[in-house]
């Protein structure tokens, strides 16, 4: 599966972004799919991922209450609606597709297809 994010940008403290990964090569039903991000001189982050049936997610504890992972199977989409934001939210955001359905992981090791990334900036 080929994964392409975008929705990325430059917005102020408080603003809301919507991210989007669209799949391609296979449907994306067929993965569990999660956000990174990676901040300049510091390691790629797991944010949120969202199970291949879309009834379970899991967010990291930085971004729960404000962002929202969902995914449309007919339009093979993910999505990340980030609200709030934060000068902290700052990275270069990436998708990443799991072939394993059955756990919902939160390490990169665990993800076998990852996006290009989209920068997202936000300022104080």
């Known amino acids: 599966v080929q994964l392409q994010a975008s929705g990325g940008g430059l917005v102020q403290a408080g603003d809301s972004l919507r991210l989007s990964c669209a799949a391609s090569g296979r449907t994306s039903s067929a993965y569990n799919m999660a956000w990174f991000r990676q901040s300049p001189g510091k390691e790629r982050d797991f944010v949120a991922v969202i199970n291949s049936s879309g009834g379970r997610t899991y967010y990291a504890s930085s971004v729960k209450g404000r962002f929202t992972v969902s995914r449309d199977d007919n339009k093979n989409t993910v999505c990340l609606q980030m609200n709030s934001l934060k000068p902290e939210d700052t990275a270069v955001y990436y998708c990443?597709?799991?072939?394993?359905?059955?756990?919902?992981?939160?390490?990169?090791?665990?993800?076998?297809?990852w996006g290009q990334g989209t920068q997202v900036t936000v300022s104080s």
């Open positions: 990443a597709a799991d072939r394993d359905v059955y756990g919902l992981y939160t390490t990169e090791r665990n993800y076998e297809y």
